[in-house]
């Protein structure tokens, strides 16, 4: 079956704190991004990378960063985490290829983070 | 710019009514595109989704899309609403020319009412 992991449900952090969100595929996808949902907003980009060591902002990148050193881990990191980052993120994977080719996007379970 | 644009934060229909949830899309070319749907508190499920061919595709649940090229529009329909439906509602849009930029809509909330 396939699969997108994160590695934690649910966090807790305090206002400066460095935080790391780490996400795996098993779907040798070269594509993954990580996105925010937070009611009324809709799923946000952060980043996506399209490649290892490849990374392109989205649209709310400030405050954020990643990191894809091998294909399957895909990490969004917080360097000091605020308050108006606590919401719902989310990782997503999906694989590349011409029309046809699939396409579909496959998310994990998403990580809760509450900043204090 | 690259942008999807879900105009209905809310719509309520009455179980059996039509239904149509809108979205529309900035871009040159034709793009993939997506439904997704998420009830309170679990995870995106896909409803369906568009490459190329057939203008109208469908969907689990019922669902159809229709993809119309000169409106920029992927607009999602279902003939019957189930109160199950009640959820909430995205369109997506796959950018390949931009790296493969997958972008999301706000987000349409269906309220179903009996």
């Given amino acids: ?31 993954m991004f990580w996105y925010r949902q937070d009611p009324g907003l809709g ?16 649209d709310i ?19 000091s985490a605020s308050t108006n980052q606590t919401s719902m993120y989310l990782c997503a994977s999906h694989a590349s290829g011409g029309a046809g080719a699939g ?7 998403g990580s809760r983070l509450t900043v204090l | 710019a ?19 949830l809108r ?6 070319a034709t793009p993939y595109l997506f439904w997704y749907v998420q009830s309170p508190g679990q995870g995106l499920q896909l409803l369906l989704k568009y490459f190329s061919g057939d203008t109208l595709v469908q969907g689990i649940k019922g669902f159809e899309a229709e ?3 000169s409106q920029s529009s ?13 959820a909430e509602y995205f369109c997506a849009v796959l950018f390949m020319e931009y790296g493969n930029k997958l972008v999301f809509g706000a987000g349409t909330i269906l309220r179903v009412k009996s």
């Fill in chain 1, 1 to 31: 079956d396939v699969k997108v992991t994160q590695s934690s449900r649910y966090l807790v952090k305090r206002t400066g704190e460095k935080v790391f969100l780490e996400c795996v595929q098993d779907m040798d996808h070269e594509n």
């Fill in chain 1, 43 to 58: 799923l946000r980009l952060i980043y996506f990378s399209y490649d290892v060591k490849m990374k392109e902002k989205g």
């Fill in chain 1, 61 to 79: 990148p400030e405050g954020y960063s990643v990191s894809r050193e091998k294909k399957e881990r895909f990490s969004l990191i917080l360097e």
């Fill in chain 1, 103 to 109: 396409g579909e996007l496959f998310f994990g379970e």
């Fill in chain 2, 2 to 20: 690259q942008s999807v644009t879900q105009p209905d934060i809310h719509i309520t229909v009455s179980e059996g009514a039509s239904l149509e």
């Fill in chain 2, 23 to 28: 979205c529309n899309y900035s871009y040159g």
């Fill in chain 2, 67 to 69: 993809f119309k090229r």
């Fill in chain 2, 74 to 86: 992927f607009n999602l329909r279902k003939p019957s609403v189930h109160w199950s439906d009640a």
